[in-house]
């Protein structure tokens, strides 16, 4: 697959490691501290999994989000994403041009469009949560299926 145009470089980033004979102090009871260190490490296996294809995690929730939601406008899906209408502007923008979404006049609303993944954008969509859901699992593997189930509802309801 041909890789898809992106301004954004992965940042040089390594994992967050546990040294034995490092006191840590009050650092082993955050959780904060805890997230970010897991969170590094699945960043990095985000990025194995998309490898190549010029996709940023924004990207994929983006396209995911579209796929799952066709005829979702920018203004929700800049809410969902969490950033300003201008990003999710910038966002559906990119999407377009990469030949992946398109924006189509909404029937409830004649002001405004709503963006549906293309052909194209729907296989790269469906090939990408493949690789991202394997890899996720595989690097979560060691928690086992009834603790992953278990930390990711934690996670939903610390984040609110």
Same mark, same amino acid.
């Given at each position: 697959?041909?890789?898809?145009?992106?301004?954004?470089?992965?940042?040089?980033?390594?994992p967050?490691?546990?040294?034995e004979?490092?006191?840590?102090?009050?650092?082993?009871?955050l959780?904060?501290?805890?997230l970010?260190?897991?969170?590094?490490a699945?960043?990095?296996?985000?990025?194995?999994?998309?490898?190549?294809?010029?996709?940023?995690?924004? !990207?994929?929730?983006?396209?995911? @989000?579209?796929? %799952?939601?066709?005829?979702?406008?920018?203004? *929700? $899906?800049?809410?969902?994403? =969490?950033?300003a209408?201008?990003?999710?502007?910038t966002?559906?923008?990119?999407?377009?041009?990469?030949g992946?979404?398109?924006?189509?006049?909404?029937?409830?609303?004649?002001?405004?469009?709503?963006?549906?993944l293309?052909?194209?954008g729907?296989?790269?969509?469906?090939?990408?949560?493949?690789?991202?859901?394997?890899?996720? !699992?595989?690097?979560?593997?060691? @928690?086992?299926? %009834?603790?992953?189930?278990?930390?990711l509802? *934690? $996670?939903?309801?610390?984040? =609110?």
């Open positions: 697959m041909k890789k898809l145009p992106s301004p954004h470089r992965p940042r040089s980033i390594a967050i490691p546990y040294v004979g490092v006191d840590y102090d009050v650092m082993d009871e959780v904060g501290y805890s970010r260190r897991a969170q590094v699945m960043y990095l296996a985000f990025h194995e999994a998309t490898r190549g294809l010029g996709i940023t995690p924004p !990207r994929f929730t983006a396209l995911v @989000l579209v796929g %799952a939601n066709p005829g979702i406008t920018q203004s *929700l $899906l800049g809410e969902a994403l =969490g950033m209408r201008s990003n999710a502007k966002l559906a923008d990119w999407m377009e041009t990469a992946l979404a398109e924006r189509r006049a909404r029937v409830d609303d004649g002001r405004a469009w709503g963006l549906h293309t052909p194209r729907a296989r790269l969509v469906e090939r990408m949560k493949k690789r991202v859901l394997a890899e996720d !699992r595989r690097r979560s593997a060691r @928690l086992g299926a %009834a603790d992953r189930a278990k930390l509802a *934690l $996670l939903r309801k610390l984040a =609110g």
